[in-house]
């Protein structure tokens, strides 16, 4: 099972906008409602941003947002801030297991 | 609150099996809704999903790491492990024990803990 295909990077300005896609098969991201994404800081524990391919979590703001069309799925970070760059992956459920993506670095410029 | 926590070697030996422990607290192991499953990171490079399992044993696995991977569970300690045979430098990894919801996502991530296979 191959990872997920993400960027692997994109960057963007203080309140700018910018969206990590998430590309996978009709075996994984397009038939599945279970598409996640976490963001990971280098030493820490991942963190979940987005469940459901558009529901956020309790605490996480709503800068943040989820969408899915055909075999892609996409994180959408509005606003951005200083303290968003990180690394992000998505998650997607693939029948009987799971698969991540290939991660994306966003960098706030 | 829910905290997960790993436990085992930091370093195993080319070949041999890679042992690991994630000690669960705040929440019961016998949780029926949970799965609770591994994730590791080697170094320079991205997540990767090892598999899950469920208090009852029911389990699932990455097609790759199949043939390798043994999960099980200790009600008793609150507990569920790792284990995965024949290791090589390519199993060096920061492993990472974590809940598994009924919407198939992870919540709630252990610290992570560094194994690194070397002779």
């Not at chain 1, 397009?30 to 605490?59: C, E, F, I, T």
């Not at chain 2, 099996?17 to 591994?38: E, H, Q, R």
């Not at chain 2, 024949?86 to 252990?110: F, L």
């Amino acid at each position: 099972q191959s990872a997920l295909t993400q960027p692997r990077s994109v960057s963007g300005s203080p309140g700018q906008s910018v969206t990590i896609s998430c590309t996978g098969t009709s075996s994984d991201v397009g038939v599945s409602n279970y598409v996640s994404w976490y963001q990971h800081h280098p030493g820490k524990a991942p963190k979940l941003m987005v469940y459901d391919v558009s529901k956020r979590p309790s605490g996480v703001p709503d800068r943040f947002s989820g969408s899915k069309s055909g075999n892609t799925a996409s994180l959408t970070i509005s606003g951005l801030q200083a303290e968003d760059e990180a690394d992000y992956y998505c998650c997607s459920h693939a029948g009987s297991f799971y698969v991540f993506g290939t991660g994306t670095k966003v960098t706030v410029l | 609150q829910l905290q997960l926590q790993e436990s085992g070697p930091g370093l195993v030996k080319p070949s041999e099996t890679l042992s690991l422990t994630c000690t669960v607290s705040g929440d019961s192991i016998t949780n029926n809704f949970y799965y609770w499953a591994w994730v590791r990171q080697p170094p320079g490079k991205g997540l990767e999903w090892i598999g899950s399992i469920h208090y009852t044993g029911r389990s699932y696995f990455d097609p790759s790491l199949r043939s390798r991977v043994t999960l099980s569970v200790d009600t008793s300690k609150n507990q569920f492990s790792l284990k995965l045979r024949s290791v090589t430098a390519a199993d060096t990894a920061v492993y990472y024990c974590t809940r598994e919801t009924e919407s198939s996502s992870y919540w709630s991530w252990g610290q992570g803990t560094l194994v690194t296979v070397s002779s």
